[in-house]
């Protein structure tokens, strides 16, 4: 990402009228709101600047400092505008303080993004100009056709062989669709179907109607067929040792919804509870672990894992001391073995199929996944997570609560 200098974002202090920088005095009543929409225009780019767009906290409507006190925390309210889930799928943005004719401005910068459109609490932002607003079913048009141009993510390649009957439309119409647009977007009602699908990156265009990637694996009727490795393999072992007997395997196979359900219900049976007569006088009752944990990291697998040029599933295997979750591919972009699972390191190989397990509920926000099972796993007397990182995979070691409580 190109950071612009001191002298091009002062330039930008002086076009007011410009439609690639918004400015805000501070964060204080429904500023967050309008920067988040701010956002998600930049993001969407419709007249198609190939530019970031700046969002300059810290100044008045005429261009001058106010001289607001950028802290460490105010950065970190607007940095987390990217990973809190209400701008999907999530955009690509750095946000740093900058001293401009004098005065502290807190500098958000925001990439076109390259699989618009964008949308913010369901409803897709753009900005022409002076005019912000939100789009009509012609500027998402627009938006769909920009997409097919792009440099596209893996997961919304479309699949050559895939036809528009491989996908379920009833699910997409009844419950996608209510879970990803607001209801004032859909009451409107001026979008065809193709449109829909299009918008949604489910198809790759109105004029071209084949599924995606994406498409196939949350509304695939038979995803598998088309992404063979889209499945998860689960086993459980008798014993500590992958060779001990296996007292339950199942290949939980169907679209991205449908596995991490069926794979919860897996999780659950064998997560037994053990009651505990002795340390009170009043019975209690224990999981071997805490079972939101394993579904952080179990859909994390599923999120971040590449679908591209191989076979392999995700592997969930259940011993007794421990649970093994392994993910084809490496880490990705600004992500690396070293950073990997460290706060604020987040990055995207499947950026629309992470917009769509957010839309579902699948995903509550962005980024904090390894460390909410961490925490979880802490509070619960377990150690600490292994994590084995590579190139050709991530597999995260998950140990059942050690004699000593250790860490």
């Known amino acids: 990402m190109a950071t612009l200098r001191n002298e091009e974002l002062t330039q930008l202090l002086d076009d007011i009228e410009s439609d690639r920088v918004e400015f805000k005095e501070s964060l204080s009543g429904g500023s967050p709101t309008r920067i988040r929409e701010a956002i998600c225009a930049f993001a969407n780019d419709l007249p198609d600047h190939r530019k970031p767009g700046i969002v300059l906290v810290g100044v008045r409507n005429d261009g001058e400092g106010v001289g607001l006190r950028i802290t460490d925390e105010l950065l970190k309210q607007l940095g987390d505008m990217k990973t809190d889930g209400n701008i999907l799928p999530p955009p690509s943005l750095t946000v740093e303080k900058r001293f401009l004719r004098g005065k502290e401005v807190a500098v958000v910068t925001v990439e076109p993004s390259d699989s618009p459109p964008v949308r913010f609490r369901g409803r897709v932002h753009i900005r022409i100009g002076p005019r912000r607003g939100i789009a009509t079913a012609q500027d998402e048009r627009i938006l769909n056709e920009k997409r097919r141009h792009g440099d596209l993510p893996f997961d919304i390649h479309p699949i050559q062989s895939a036809v528009l009957a491989d996908i379920d439309l009833l699910y997409f119409r009844h419950q996608y669709l209510r879970q990803a647009f607001a209801r004032d977007i859909l009451d409107a009602n001026d979008r065809s179907l193709e449109e829909q699908l299009a918008a949604t990156k489910m198809i790759a265009s109105v004029d071209d109607p084949t599924p995606t990637v994406l498409g196939m694996l949350v509304l695939g009727k038979s995803p598998q067929d088309l992404l063979p490795g889209s499945y998860v393999q689960f086993i ?172």
């Open 236 to 407: 459980r072992f008798a014993g500590t040792e992958a060779y001990s007997d296996i007292i339950d395997a199942e290949e939980i196979r169907g679209s991205v919804p449908d596995v991490i359900r069926r794979l919860d219900e897996k999780l659950k049976s064998n997560n037994r509870t053990a009651i505990d007569f002795i340390s009170a006088n009043t019975e209690r009752r224990k999981s071997l672990y805490p079972i939101a944990a394993i579904q952080q990291i179990a859909r994390n697998a599923i999120m971040h894992r590449t679908y591209e040029a191989t076979n392999a599933p995700v592997h969930v295997h259940w011993l007794e001391d421990r649970i093994e979750i392994t993910s084809p591919g490496g880490p990705f972009g600004r992500v690396s073995a070293d950073n990997f699972g460290l706060p604020g390191q987040v990055d995207y190989r499947n950026p629309n199929l992470a917009d769509a397990m957010k839309t579902l509920g699948f995903v509550q926000r962005f980024g904090l996944g390894i460390l909410t099972a961490q925490r979880l796993l802490k509070n619960d007397g377990h150690p600490k997570i292994d994590f084995e990182v590579s190139q050709n995979g991530v597999a995260a070691t998950i140990w059942a609560t050690s004699p000593q409580g250790s860490d």
